[in-house]
């Protein structure tokens, strides 16, 4: 019989202070991906392309953590787990007990460059960009995170780098957590990187990084283990495959809309 990998026995709460308050590896790397992102935000101030200085992206980075942890815990609610919000109103403020949607995260990081750039006069496509080139380290972090918690681990699979996960029963499973850091981190992080210096025009970063962040999502959740409160939905696909369609065809829209356009005369 093959020998399996283990999750490794780390112990997801970092410190227990008092009752349900704990400083968890999760949270300590959610905050660490900001502060990441602040240092290539202030970076990427230095650039003539982008229109804001590095003390603003001091400032818009409180406003990112808001927008992202507000956006991501009342999607999550709302679409992947409505019954216990239903059952008890006061879920919505149980952070501690997990439960976060990328893709209400990055709802919530829009609404709030969307504020902070009329606050401060910057061009929102502009600020997008430089968000865009930010976030696939955020993203890679989290994903360890949620490797070391052993959630949102994959379906059960027999290939040689399956994992056996504390929470996820005696048979092995795909590791989806390091997929998605792969993809959705490293890969993304590349691309974007590369094609700095071509995309040129306010939006097309920000563009490429939604659809390439829609295939990768939709890809790995092929491996990846559906909520069990949600299950498979229309056409066997998961909540967050349906999710990522959603987000890859809107995204195109407004991509075609800023750059497709005919110019007004």
Request: proline share 5%; aromatic share 16%; net charge positive.
């Amino acid at each position: 019989m093959p020998h399996y990998l283990h999750q490794p026995d780390i112990d997801p709460v970092l410190i227990r202070l008092w009752g349900p308050l704990q400083i968890r590896w999760y949270s300590l790397l959610y905050v660490g991906a900001f502060l990441v992102g602040r240092t290539i935000l202030r970076k990427l101030a230095k650039e003539d392309r982008f229109q804001f200085t590095a003390d603003e992206m001091d400032q818009f980075i409180l406003w990112l953590l808001i927008g992202a942890v507000v956006g991501a815990r009342v999607i999550y609610c709302f679409v992947y787990d409505p019954y216990a919000l239903a059952a008890n109103p006061f879920y919505l403020f149980q952070v501690y007990k997990g439960g976060l949607s990328f893709h209400g995260g990055l709802m919530g990081t829009i609404f709030a460059a969307i504020l902070f750039g009329r606050k401060k006069k910057i061009p929102f496509w502009n600020l997008s960009d430089a968000m865009a080139l930010a976030t696939p380290t955020g993203l890679a972090m989290g994903r360890i995170g949620n490797f070391i918690n052993g959630e949102l681990y994959g379906r059960v699979s027999y290939v040689p780098w399956a994992v056996i996960f504390r929470d996820g029963g005696p048979q092995p499973r795909h590791p989806s957590q390091l997929y998605e850091f792969l993809l959705e981190g490293v890969v993304l992080f590349l691309l974007l990187w590369i094609l700095k210096k071509t995309l040129r025009r306010d939006g097309q970063i920000s563009i490429v990084f939604l659809l390439g962040y829609s295939l990768c999502r939709f890809f790995v959740e092929f491996f990846r283990e559906p909520d069990a409160q949600v299950g498979y939905l229309v056409l066997g696909l998961s909540m967050g495959q349906w999710l990522s369609v959603l987000m890859f065809f809107a995204s195109a829209a407004v991509g075609a809309w800023l750059f497709l356009r005919e110019p007004s005369r």
